[in-house]
């Protein structure tokens, strides 16, 4: 239970020690921050906020600003110390290049992979890197220049080459580019084989060197199924296998008939073998409907006349017959006798003028004979007008 104090009583005095602590506080640099703002460093920034206070052991970092790079083994630190002050800092920010530029043949030696400031005039080397051989005489160095940019690096790498693909039996492959480190060939199949394994390899890295990423595919040969069985009939000649473009031949037995397409053959639809048909049948004949025959009018190779009245021509013995049956009638003196069987008569009593007019008339029927019976053996007949005209001109022939 508590004292109370009594009124117009003192207050008790305060402790020494009590005294002692708060002169201290009051005296310490953490409440009086005497060390102020940072000081500002060449080439470089901090980041401090405003009516931030330093006290004593309190410290701020620098860095580089852009376009230079902090010099290895400088510090870039300040302490505030006892008496108010900052601790001095040198120069620590220099020009420098960025880091040195990659490039995809070949890569930084192991002694300038950790480093990060490249003043003017320094140099950095390269080395090739894995899958590519180093060219001879090339200088893989690269220096930074006073624009604080690299000098071109030399291509001394080239790509290693995979070994030689050949060719796939029954295939093809297709170098697009060339067999180099990082290049893809593809494989193909010819019509009738199909691709076993991968359709594409790459060249890559194995070990120190470049091969093959895969094994290479094979071709195999694209089979049909057996072919359908058919009743009452077989195939003429069958095999152990069906390959592509194999072509199989049906036949009936005696009494049968083979209705479709007596061959099919093996064909290639999506990567699998087909045939091309169905097989046919083998049908009994009894059981085949017969269709009437057509009976076909072919004409004669005569030629018909043109006029509805036939031309008959009567030629007894070697005598020019009339060609209508209207007959003409020629008037022979009664001293004339003219056999009817004989084309020629002789009269010793006849002028040498009718001897003439006789021998031309007789010519004159001859060739009108020759003439029909040329015509008959051609199967060409005469119209009807020619036969008014061929009695025009036997009529003029003298006998």
């Not at 019509?191 to 595919?217: A, E, I, K, Q």
């Not at 479709?260 to 053959?265: A, N, R, T, V």
Request: charged residues 20%; glycine residues 6%.
């Amino acid at each position: 239970m508590g004292c109370a104090r009594a009124p117009g009583a003192r207050p008790p005095p305060t402790p020494p020690m009590l005294l002692l602590l708060l002169s201290q506080l009051l005296m310490s640099p953490t409440v009086r921050g005497d060390c102020g703002p940072p000081p500002e460093i060449p080439n470089a920034m901090t980041e401090v906020d405003k009516g931030s206070t330093f006290p004593e052991n309190s410290f701020v970092t620098y860095s580089c600003i852009k376009g230079f790079q902090k010099i290895p083994d400088k510090e870039n630190t300040a302490f505030c110390l006892k008496n108010g002050v900052w601790s001095s800092l040198e120069t620590f920010c220099n020009k420098s290049c960025d880091a040195p530029t990659r490039i995809s043949f070949a890569s930084l030696k192991k002694e300038y992979i950790n480093m990060n400031y490249f003043p003017v005039g320094s140099t950095v080397e390269y080395e090739c890197r894995p899958g590519f051989q180093r060219q001879p005489l090339l200088s893989g160095k690269s220096t930074c220049q006073e624009n604080l940019e690299w000098s071109k690096v030399a291509e001394i790498c080239r790509k290693k080459s995979c070994p030689n693909p050949g060719e796939i039996k029954n295939g093809h492959i297709n170098i697009t580019t060339d067999i180099l480190f990082g290049s893809e060939i593809f494989f193909s199949c010819d019509t009738g084989y199909r691709l076993v394994g991968v359709s594409s390899v790459y060249c890559f890295l194995m070990d120190n060197t470049v091969g093959w990423s895969d094994p290479f595919p094979i071709c195999t040969e694209i089979l049909c199924s057996e072919p359908p069985k058919i009743d009452n009939g077989a195939i003429r000649v069958e095999s152990d296998t069906y390959a592509y473009r194999h072509v199989v031949t049906y036949v009936c037995a005696k009494g049968f008939i083979l209705v479709g397409k007596s061959s099919i053959y093996c064909t290639v639809n999506n990567g699998q073998g087909e045939w091309s048909d169905q097989a046919p049948q083998c049908i009994e004949k009894s059981k085949i409907p017969t269709t009437p025959k057509t009976t076909v009018n072919v004409p004669s190779t005569r030629i018909p006349l043109t006029s509805q009245k036939p031309t008959t021509a009567k030629v007894p013995g070697t005598r020019v017959p009339p060609v209508s049956q209207k007959h003409t009638t020629v008037n022979v003196p009664a001293t004339q006798h003219v056999p009817a069987t004989k084309t020629t008569t002789h009269h010793p009593t006849r002028t040498s003028k009718e001897n003439e007019r006789s021998t031309s008339g007789l010519v004159a029927g001859i060739i009108v004979l020759d003439t029909i019976i040329i015509a008959k053996t051609s199967w060409t007949l005469l119209k009807s007008d020619r036969s008014s005209d061929f009695q025009e001109k036997k009529s003029d022939i003298p006998v």
